[in-house]
């Protein structure tokens, strides 16, 4: 299975280009997109949430990033790396073929493409809420969990 679908790609890359195109002036705040797909290590525990792509560099995809290890962080990964990473028992990195994702509200309680939140925290909040208590890795291996997103 390919990590990511054409249509995956294509709006990982207009995130990208969205998120450019806002922070290009630097007074826009910078956009908190809501995942587009989740990534995950079947046999060891390690999860991405990936956002999108930098428009510049195709193989780097931006995102929370959980190895199983209680400290998520936000930043980015080579897509060529994740392909070739084989977890203990030799299984690939795979997609979760469905992630449904429910709209949060945004920064100033509307809805919209730019300010998204998960769970009435930005992404950056959630990871470092993750951090704080420990528990980010269940967190990502429950059926579902706070952000919608059905795994």
């Not at 509200?105 to 208590?133: F, M, T, Y």
């Amino acid at each position: 299975m390919k990590l990511l679908t054409k249509q995956i790609r294509e709006r990982l890359i207009k995130n990208g280009r969205l998120r450019q195109h806002l922070t290009q002036d630097g007074a826009s705040p910078e956009p908190d997109f809501l995942p587009v797909v989740k990534l995950l290590t079947p046999d060891a525990g390690a999860t991405w949430l990936l956002t999108e792509i930098d428009p510049h560099d195709y193989d780097r995809a931006f995102g929370l990033c959980d190895l199983g290890l209680g400290t998520p962080e936000l930043g980015y990964v080579s897509l060529r790396e994740l392909a070739a990473l084989r977890g203990p028992l030799g299984l690939h990195v795979e997609r979760l073929i469905s992630i449904s994702i429910r709209r949060g509200e945004g920064k100033e309680g509307e809805k919209g493409d730019g300010g998204e939140k998960l769970g009435g925290r930005p992404l950056p909040a959630a990871a470092q809420g993750g951090r704080n208590h420990g528990r980010f890795g269940a967190l990502f291996r429950r059926r579902r969990f706070r952000w919608g997103i059905a795994a």
